[in-house]
């Protein structure tokens, strides 16, 4: 099994500053056959389903705002807020599907204003 | 517009049954596989089980191995979860969604409570 594990668990982070979510895999979710990354990211907002933000590692889902932004390869991946907006206070999940059709998320990263 | 509609949830005692269903539009049901995602109160996401867009391939977490079986009607535009052998730690919303080309899922239902306590 391929376990995920993010950091940090928490982050508070001022109005209009850069956040930064870090997501390792135990082992590589890169595809050699295809040079892609199975790793996408999820935000997810009380009360509410998980949103798609980003998948294949980099590629951001459709309506999606541009400050959103991932990146890495392999084993270590970084989910980045350029300027942080009060509508982005969440929970934000890494996931691969590497194992697909099977997955597996990371624990999350709670993601607050400071 | 793709829709998801989970609905069954409610309180079940330790080792009672439960099934979930979740009816979808908007897409080519039978097209493509589905899967149930759920999440414990105050927990993280945890992949429960999936089966292809024909019902023949479905899989399962080693966590609900046994007792749970995922099913579909193609007919119907339904996604079943059949819940067997029910535990405390089954508590948690049930979420069914739509992976994408690459089993990341760009829709999800909202979600239906299971509750499991004495």
């Known amino acids: 099994d391929i376990v995920m594990t993010q950091s940090p668990d928490s982050l508070a982070v001022s109005l209009g500053e850069r956040a930064t979510i870090n997501c390792k895999s135990s082992?590589?979710?890169?595809?050699?056959?295809?040079?892609?990354?199975?790793l996408a990211w999820y935000q997810q907002k009380p009360g509410q389903p998980p949103k798609l933000l980003i998948y294949w590692a980099s590629t951001r889902e459709s309506g999606v705002p541009d400050r959103f932004s991932g990146s890495g390869s392999g084993t270590d991946f970084t989910l980045t807020i350029s300027s942080l907006q009060a509508e982005d206070v969440a929970v934000y999940y890494c996931?691969?599907?590497?194992?697909?059709?099977?997955?597996?998320f990371g624990q999350g990263t709670k993601l607050e204003i400071k | 517009e793709v829709q998801l509609l989970e609905s069954g949830g409610g309180l079940v005692q330790p080792g009672g049954s439960l099934r979930l269903s979740c009816v979808a539009s908007?897409?080519?049901?039978?097209?493509?596989?589905m899967t149930w995602v759920r999440q414990a109160p105050g927990k993280g996401l945890e992949w429960v089980s999936g089966?292809?867009?024909?019902?023949?391939?479905?899989y399962y977490a080693d966590s609900v191995k046994g007792r749970f079986t995922i099913s579909r009607d193609n007919s119907k535009n339904t996604l079943y979860l059949q819940m067997n052998s029910l535990r405390a730690e089954d508590t948690a919303v049930y979420y069914c969604?739509?992976?994408?080309?690459?089993?990341?899922?760009?829709?999800w239902g909202q979600g239906t409570l299971v509750t499991v306590s004495s």
């Open positions: 908007g897409f080519t049901f039978s097209s493509y596989a």
């Open positions: 082992q590589s979710v890169l595809y050699s056959s295809n040079n892609k990354n199975y």
């Open positions: 969604a739509k992976p994408d080309s690459g089993s990341f899922y760009g829709y």
């Open positions: 089966i292809g867009g024909s019902g023949t391939s479905t």
């Open positions: 996931q691969q599907y590497y194992t697909t059709p099977m997955c597996s």
